[in-house]
Nanobody, 119 residues
Framework: VQLQASGGGLVQAGGSLRLSCAAS????????MAWSRQAPGKQRESVAE???????NYADSVKGRFTISRDDAKNTVYLQMNSLKPEDTAVYYC??????????????WGQGTQVTVSS
């Protein structure tokens, strides 16, 4: 199983971006899929997660601005980011706790995608 993140870029404050994370390989189940981010000089922090039947959780700093969603048919999770702020600048990582074809639950991480918000 591999996760491939895309959709980052440079945007002005107040703008929007949509990140995508596509999972490839044989997946037998999904426990949680999520996005984290890491800004320069800071620790990685959780941004949003989507669990099981679709329950979502968000960091307080992004509530009301970011929306996480999932397309199970495409094995893809999205992060719609609106009203972006300079403090949202970071490398964004997707990850998932997935059931692989050998029926073992594991954490998988995608490569990061850079989001830069200019003021």
């Amino acid at each position: 199983v591999q996760l491939q993140a895309s959709g980052g870029g440079l945007v002005q404050a107040g703008g929007s971006l949509r990140l995508s994370c596509a999972a490839s390989g044989r997946i037998s189940g999904r426990n949680v899929m999520a996005w984290s981010r890491q800004a320069p000089g800071k620790q990685r922090e959780s941004v949003a997660e989507i669990r099981g039947i679709g329950r979502t959780n968000y960091a307080d700093s992004v509530k009301g601005r970011f929306t996480i969603s999932r397309d199970d048919a495409k094995n893809t999770v999205y992060l719609q980011m609106n009203s972006l702020k300079p403090e949202d600048t970071a490398v964004y990582y997707c990850w998932g706790n997935l059931l692989s074809s050998d029926y073992v639950w594991r954490d998988y991480w995608g490569q990061g995608t850079q989001v830069t918000v200019s003021s």
